[in-house]
């Protein structure tokens, strides 16, 4: 197939909205005005049989046949950040897990790099192909972080887990995504995370904790076993300041007896919740974790526009699916 109208957009310079790229997060639905396109693949979470009979699609999956009009559907709060390419050295490494890595780089030339809690950037290790990682600090500041997990026979995350040092240089370019942060919503918000996909949703809870709006706030963080939890110690803290704001780390294959929650995800959501309308969602991690969520949540009533999501997918996965780059 060719490419994408998503491809095509971000080719000729245009800010389109879009997340995973991979027709899983439902970003980049829009309404075909006119048009031929065919459809690769997608999850119909983010795009369901009655919406594509109303004549929506999903612009990272959609190869136009002809000359096609479209408009993205449900654009709400759209931020436009200056995108700027940043000289970055590396400040710090720390091991958050055995396979996870919190990477602090030093801006040194192109900054101020504003960007909404949420996003991510394209990052440059040296020599090596460029990958996605998402932000986790706040925008403003002079240093960037990244939380990068070692992925089997990754050149990249090899590098970083292996041969990365304080001093080496890094080019960031960004921001990028649409899975960021709604200031403007004063309801409640659900954030569920797998893995590194730890980062953006710590940027998030860390925002909407500073917006000091009195809500619920509930934070999941799936993981494997008690090995590759990471942070917790942060966000207990900030649940013992904060009343409203309540932490959940669920372990989906524990080793020995636990008093943490256990399974998966998805399931621990509907065992905690029967209806979760008026409620903002914010998901990262792992794509199925992400699609077994995201369908969750949608079955307990969080309207669709209230879901971001960012599913985090290998350079192996994307290319199985016919991309070589996303978010």
């Known amino acids: 197939m060719g490419r994408t109208i998503l ?22 639905k829009s309404i075909l005005h006119n048009g031929e396109v065919e459809m690769s693949p997608f999850s119909e979470y983010a795009l ?48 958050a ?41 706040q925008s403003g500041a002079d240093t960037v972080e990244f939380h990068i997990r070692l992925v089997s026979g990754g050149a990249v995350s090899t590098h970083v887990l292996d041969h990365l040092e304080a001093g080496d240089e890094v080019d960031v370019t960004g921001p990028r995504g649409t899975a960021y942060y709604r200031p403007s919503h004063t309801g409640p918000i659900i954030a569920a995370a797998g893995g590194s996909g730890l980062a953006p949703i710590k940027a998030i809870i860390d925002a909407a904790l500073a917006n000091g709006t009195p809500r619920d706030i509930h934070l999941y963080f799936g993981v494997r076993g008690e090995q590759d939890l990471y942070l917790a110690n942060y966000f207990e803290a900030r649940a013992a300041e904060h009343s409203h704001f ?28 029967n209806d979760l309308d008026g409620y903002k969602a914010y998901l990262a991690g792992p794509p199925v974790m992400v699609e077994t969520c995201v369908g969750k949540l949608d079955s307990l009533g969080i309207r669709q ?22 978010g």
């Open 7 to 28: 491809e095509a957009l971000l080719a000729a310079g245009i800010d389109y909205p879009h997340g995973c790229r991979s027709g899983n997060c439902g970003a980049c």
């Open 305 to 326: 526009q209230n879901i971001h999501a960012d599913a985090f997918y290998t350079t192996a996965e994307k290319i199985a699916l016919g991309e070589d780059q996303g």
């Open 48 to 95: 369901s049989p009655e919406e594509q009979n109303r004549g929506l699609v999903l612009a990272c999956r959609s190869v136009p046949w002809s000359d096609c009009l479209i408009s993205p559907v449900g654009q709400d709060e759209t931020v436009a950040h200056a995108s700027r390419r940043l000289a970055c050295n590396v400040l710090d490494i720390s091991e």
């Open 97 to 137: 897990t055995h396979d996870i890595r919190i990477i602090r780089l030093a801006i040194t030339a192109g900054g101020p790099f504003d960007f909404s809690p949420g996003q991510y950037a394209e990052v440059i290790f040296g020599g090596l192909p460029p990958r996605d990682f998402s932000m986790a600090n």
């Open 246 to 273: 309540r932490f959940v780390p669920v372990l989906s294959e524990p080793y020995g007896k636990t008093q943490r929650r256990t399974g998966y995800l998805a399931d621990v959501l509907g065992e905690d919740f």
